[in-house]
C-alpha cells in the first residue's frame, strides 16, 4: 500500500506502473481495486510461486517508456523522485541516474549517500567493489540498456537478483549521472 500511494503522488511526471503479481492473491487485487483510478495501473499476471526476478522480467518485456525504475513493494518513493531522477537523466543525457536513498528500521532511519562515477565500467567496478548500492531500488535506467544488450534477471535467483543485473547494466552505460537527493 506505501509503495502504490507513493507512486500515486508522483509529482509533475507521466509514469507507466506496471503491477506484476497474481490475481489470485486477495491483498494484491483489493491494491488494483484501490489504486486503479489513481495510477496509470498496468497488471502483468503471474502466478503466486513465480519468484520476482520471473516478475522483474514480465515487468521489462510489457515496459514501454524511455526509463525503467524498479520498485519493490516495500520500498516507496519522495513526492518528486521520478521526476528529478528523468530530469537528471534528460539534461545530462544520461543512461543511468543514481541517487541517494533510505534505509528504514523499525526506531530509526538511515540516510545513504551514493555518489557515483560518471562511467558505466567505473561504475560497474565500484558495484563490484561494495562502493556503490547494487540494487535497483535508487536508479533510473535506460531500457533501451536491458533490451540492446539482452539483459534480463536470472529466473530461479530470487534474493538479490539484481546484483546479477545492475554491474552488466552499468558497465553497459556510457553516462551514469548522481543526483545527490
Given at each position: ?52 526476478a520471473k516478475k522483474r522480467n514480465l ?26 531522477m528523468y530530469h537528471k537523466a534528460k ?65 530461479g535467483i530470487n534474493m538479490w537478483e ?20
Amino acid at each position: 500500500k506505501d509503495c502504490l500511494e507513493s507512486l500515486s503522488e508522483q509529482e509533475n511526471v507521466e509514469i507507466e506502473t506496471l503491477l506484476v503479481g497474481s490475481q489470485d492473491d486477495q491483498k494484491f487485487q483489493q491494491l488494483v481495486d484501490t489504486y486503479k483510478d489513481k495510477i496509470s495501473l498496468n497488471v502483468i499476471p503471474c502466478s503466486i510461486e513465480e519468484g520476482v526476478a520471473k516478475k522483474r522480467n514480465l515487468g521489462l518485456e510489457n515496459a514501454t517508456g524511455d526509463y525503467i525504475y524498479f520498485i519493490d513493494s516495500d520500498d516507496y518513493v519522495e513526492p518528486a523522485m521520478l521526476e528529478e531522477m528523468y530530469h537528471k537523466a534528460k539534461v545530462s543525457s544520461a543512461d543511468i541516474v543514481i541517487a541517494d536513498y533510505y534505509v528504514n528500521y523499525p526506531q530509526k532511519q538511515i540516510y545513504k549517500k551514493q555518489v557515483a562515477p560518471s562511467t558505466g565500467t567505473e561504475c560497474a567496478r565500484w558495484i563490484l567493489s561494495g562502493r556503490l548500492h547494487s540494487s535497483n531500488s535508487n536508479k533510473l535506467i535506460k531500457r533501451e540498456l536491458y533490451l540492446n544488450n539482452n539483459i534480463s534477471f536470472i529466473e530461479g535467483i530470487n534474493m538479490w537478483e539484481d546484483m546479477s543485473t545492475i554491474a552488466r547494466i552499468c558497465y553497459l552505460a556510457n553516462k551514469v549521472a548522481y543526483l545527490p537527493q
